[in-house]
């Protein structure tokens, strides 16, 4: 099974400020990487899919980049709505893994 | 409107079963691949089950193989998930999710709980 380990645990900043969350594969997931924003009560919504193609409505503030083991989701300026919870997930054959989540705080 | 919506959760005991139900809406559901996904109360996601959009392929996660089944009805535009054998750690909001490309899933359902406990 594939492990993904997402870091930092919790992320500090203020609203504006750059956003930078990492994830790191257990092996090569190739390009198969997305992410996702989860607010408190509500599902997952998905920001990036193949690793940096930006799903349908999401705002370009979001970027994602990397391939292999390595991957990068940047908020450029985080606006208020911004601050949740983010999960990178992986699909390799038939098994998929999501990582632990890096919460972006209010600082 | 593009919309999964689950239903079916609830407590059960240790050892009970449970059916859950996702309706999908808004899409030509038997184009597309499906998923159930799960976060106890408090943590991360887990996926939990995969079935092709013809109902043909089947893969579930280890922690619920055996014990669980995944199934669809394309006519009513509907996924199942059957569980039986509940164990306490299967306490967890369930989310059916519809695949996106090879790796993703696009839209999730809003979620049902369920609860395992005596």
């Known amino acids: 099974e594939i492990v993904l380990t997402q870091s930092p645990a919790t992320l500090s900043l203020s609203p504006g400020e750059r956003a930078t969350l990492s994830c790191r594969a257990s092996?090569?997931?190739?390009?198969?990487l997305a992410w996702y924003q989860q607010k408190p009560g509500q599902a997952p919504r998905l920001l990036i899919y193949?690793?940096?193609n930006r799903a349908t409505g999401i705002p370009a503030r979001f970027s994602g980049s990397g391939s292999g083991t390595d991957f990068t989701l940047t908020i450029s300026s985080l606006e208020p709505e911004d601050f949740a919870v983010y999960y990178c997930?992986?699909?390799?054959?038939?098994?998929?893994?999501f990582g632990g989540g890096t919460k972006v705080e209010i600082k | 409107e593009v919309q999964l919506v689950e239903s079916g959760g609830g407590l059960v005991q240790p050892g009970g079963s449970l059916r859950l139900s996702c309706a999908a809406s808004?899409?030509?559901?038997?184009?597309?691949?499906m998923n159930w996904v799960r976060q106890a109360p408090g943590k991360g996601l887990e996926w939990v089950s995969y079935?092709?959009?013809?109902?043909?392929?089947?893969y579930y996660a280890d922690s619920v193989k055996g014990r669980f089944t995944i199934s669809r009805d394309n006519a009513k535009n509907s996924l199942y998930l059957q569980m039986n054998s509940l164990r306490a750690e299967d306490t967890a909001v369930y989310y059916c999710?519809?695949?996106?490309?090879?790796?993703?899933?696009?839209?999730w359902g809003q979620g049902t709980m369920v609860t395992v406990s005596s």
């Open positions: 999710a519809r695949a996106y490309y090879y790796d993703a899933f696009d839209i």
């Open positions: 808004g899409f030509t559901f038997s184009s597309y691949e």
């Open positions: 079935i092709s959009s013809s109902g043909s392929t089947i």
């Open positions: 092996q090569s997931v190739s390009s198969y």
């Open positions: 193949d690793a940096s």
């Open positions: 997930q992986q699909r390799s054959n038939w098994r998929v893994t």
